[in-house]
Nanobody, 124 residues
Framework: QVQLVESGGGLVQTGGSLRLSCAAS????????MGWFRQAPGKEREFVAG???????SYGDSVKGRFTISRDKAKNSAYLQMNSLKADDTGVYYC??????????????????WGQGAQVTVTS
């Protein structure tokens, strides 16, 4: 059974930093992309960042220059370093992984496995 488990969410002030972690189990994602999405109350789930099997990265426009995605294939894990946080970054952050190898998805429906979500709250 494949599981993705996020950790590292919490409450932070505007301008602060948080690091999210995602640990995958049940299969290896070394040849597949992993990504982060977020969902604010009343809004659609949106793409935040993705990292391919070859370590290529892509970011949503609203987080470029502030967030950094990385992965550790040996640990079957992905990370999201979030700096200069704003109130608009508040939401539930989901780790996701693709089943298809050698691709980097930017859309929600390109990802096959999802974590349970981690709450990030940025206060002013």
């Amino acid at each position: 059974q494949v599981q993705l488990v996020e950790s590292g969410g919490g409450l932070v002030q505007t301008g602060g930093s948080l690091r999210l972690s995602c640990a995958a189990s049940g299969r290896s994602f070394s040849l597949s992309a992993m990504g982060w999405f977020r969902q604010a109350p009343g809004k659609e789930r949106e793409f935040v960042a993705g990292i391919s099997w070859s370590l290529s990265t892509s970011y949503g426009d609203s987080v470029k220059g502030r967030f950094t995605i990385s992965r550790d294939k040996a640990k079957n894990s992905a990370y999201l370093q979030m700096n200069s946080l704003k109130a608009d970054d508040t939401g539930v952050y989901y780790c996701a992984a693709q089943n298809r190898p050698f691709a980097l998805g930017l859309m929600r429906d390109e990802y096959d496995y999802w974590g349970q979500g981690a709450q990030v709250t940025v206060t002013s």
